[in-house]
């Protein structure tokens, strides 16, 4: 089993921007692939992006790439989520993830989430 904590949202300006941490915790939690999903105010819930167990393959939604870059650091086990050019459709709950592989966060195939972090951007 594997624990997520996520931290760092709040209350941006449009085009600031945030970076999000997600502690990972439990005796297998270096054996996840771990990403983020994210739900907007009306919306359905949808995938940000995610990281493979070495760090070294990412996989970032098309239409946030350039903006939003994910990596991870297996010695402090906690994920980030690095966010540039916010704009107001950012706005949303922020949800860490794990999961057997990328492929499997990329799907929806989840095995454990975090309890979310609010991402506000207004002026």
């Known amino acids: 089993q594997v624990q997520l904590v996520e931290s760092g949202g709040g209350l941006v300006q449009p085009g600031g921007s945030l970076k999000l941490s997600c502690a990972v915790s439990g005796p297998t939690a270096s054996s996840y692939a771990l990403g983020w999903y994210r739900q907007g105010p009306g919306k359905e819930r949808d995938f940000v992006a995610c990281?493979?167990?070495?760090?070294?393959?990412?996989s970032i939604n098309g239409k946030l790439k350039g903006r939003f870059t994910i990596s991870r650091d297996n010695a402090e086990n906690t994920v980030y989520l690095q966010m540039n050019s916010l704009n107001y459709e950012d706005t949303a709950i922020y949800y860490c993830?794990?999961?057997?592989?990328?492929?499997?966060?990329?799907?929806?195939?989840?095995?454990?989430w975090g309890q979310g972090t609010q991402v506000t951007v207004s002026l």
């Open positions: 993830t794990a999961g057997t592989n990328t492929v499997a966060i990329v799907v929806g195939t989840i095995d454990a």
């Open positions: 990281v493979d167990q070495s760090g070294n393959f990412t």
